[in-house]
């Protein structure tokens, strides 16, 4: 008598690019925290007599400056790293307000349907037809530019994905055995959808979160180049960029190295947030 045993699915895992850039997201962040620790330079110190000095694989370059130092005499390395802290901390800020507001309202829209979906949808059309940039632009200019007002704007704007689509998982579980089951045992709405509904928008929530955080990381970089994001001198990657771009052809590092790290942050959010899709589409 032969007994038929069943492979078990193999769990699915990171691909190997995915890994890399999660290392290099890690790496970057936990350098951004740490690296000022280690350093001796101060992101707002001026120095007049040290200004523009070239980064020290260029001539003219010190190991005191390793990437050199901007037109105030500020060193590279401790406004880059301050930067990247700043980035992070707007982007994982506004993406968590965004998803708490869109989560909330998609998971209303979906679990009661009829006038409240019709309400809560026409709300979400609404946002849509609002172009994110255009107005965060009009409420800085209006209120004028703090990291506050920054992270507020943005939390308010990044929203709809998480309402989208968690309007859809949820029409689609409200009707399932658990959800019944949960019902008849008597369990009120609130329970239902915090107990049973939502922990399976979780894994869907983080993905989004994922794209929202590079997007808010992308949209704080495009205003403070404008000069309508994070207000001078607190570091800002975007900032560091524009004050750069009138010494581009005399020392172009200090355009091009904020730039490719804030390429880089991008890069490996988007990138970080692809794979867990793929796992999530494996499962």
Excluded at 58 to 80: E, F, K, N, P, Y
Excluded at 124 to 143: G, N, Q
Excluded at 234 to 244: K, R, T, V
Excluded at 249 to 264: D, E, G, H, N, R
Aim: hydrophobic share 55%; with cysteine; proline share 5%.
């Amino acid at each position: 008598m032969q007994i038929e045993t069943r492979a078990k699915p193999a769990k699915p895992t990171v691909s190997s690019e995915g890994k890399i850039f999660l290392f290099i997201l890690l790496l970057v962040v936990a350098t951004s925290f740490i690296g000022p620790l280690l350093l001796h330079s101060d992101p707002y110190t001026q120095n007049l007599l040290a200004r523009l000095q070239e980064p020290v694989w260029s001539d003219g370059g010190t190991w005191s400056h390793l990437l050199g130092t901007d037109q105030l005499g500020r060193d590279v390395l401790a406004r880059l790293l301050y930067g990247i802290r700043v980035s992070a901390l707007i982007g994982i800020t506004a993406a968590m307000m965004g998803g708490v507001i869109g989560t909330a309202l998609g998971l209303t829209a979906g679990y009661f349907g009829g006038t409240t979906d019709r309400i809560i949808s026409f709300f979400i059309t609404a946002r849509l037809s609002l172009p994110i940039i255009l107005v965060a632009l009009a409420v800085v200019a209006l209120f004028g530019a703090s990291m506050t007002l920054m992270v507020l704007v943005l939390g308010l704007l990044l929203w709809d994905r998480y309402a989208l689509v968690a309007r859809a998982v949820t029409a689609g579980l409200r009707q399932a055995e658990f959800v019944t089951a949960s019902r008849i045992q008597g369990c009120s709405h609130l329970q239902i959808m915090w107990h049973d509904i939502l922990p399976n928008l979780f894994g869907t929530i983080v993905i989004i979160g994922t794209i929202e955080a590079a997007m808010a990381i992308t949209l704080e970089a495009s205003l403070s180049f404008l000069g309508l994001g994070v207000p001078p001198p607190i570091p800002s990657l975007g900032l560091m960029i524009a004050e750069g771009k009138e010494h581009l052809l005399f020392q172009p590092s200090l355009v091009v190295i904020p730039s490719v790290v804030l390429f880089l942050l991008v890069l490996c959010v988007n990138r970080c947030g692809e794979a867990l899709r793929a796992i999530q589409a494996k499962d």
